[in-house]
C-alpha cells in the first residue's frame, strides 16, 4: 500500500492534494525504490473498493 499526494483526479472525482490510498504489488515498486517525497506519476484502476496500482514511474 502507498499513500499519494496528487493532482486533481477527475476520473475519480478527487480533488488535489487528497491522500491517495493504492494498493501495490512489490514486484512494481521495489525496480524504483519509491522513497517518501519522491515524485511519481501512476497509473491506478479502480477494482471493487480499492484503487490498484498498475503503472508507476519516478520523476525528476
Request: aromatic share 0%; hydrophobic share 50%; glycine share 4%.
Amino acid at each position: 500500500m502507498i499513500l499519494v499526494r496528487h493532482e486533481p483526479v477527475s476520473a475519480l472525482g478527487m480533488s488535489a492534494m487528497e491522500l491517495m490510498a493504492v494498493s501495490a504489488s512489490p514486484a512494481l515498486l521495489d525496480p524504483i525504490g519509491p522513497k517518501p517525497g519522491d515524485r511519481v506519476r501512476l497509473a491506478v484502476r479502480q477494482q471493487n473498493d480499492q484503487l490498484v496500482l498498475i503503472r508507476i514511474e519516478k520523476l525528476p
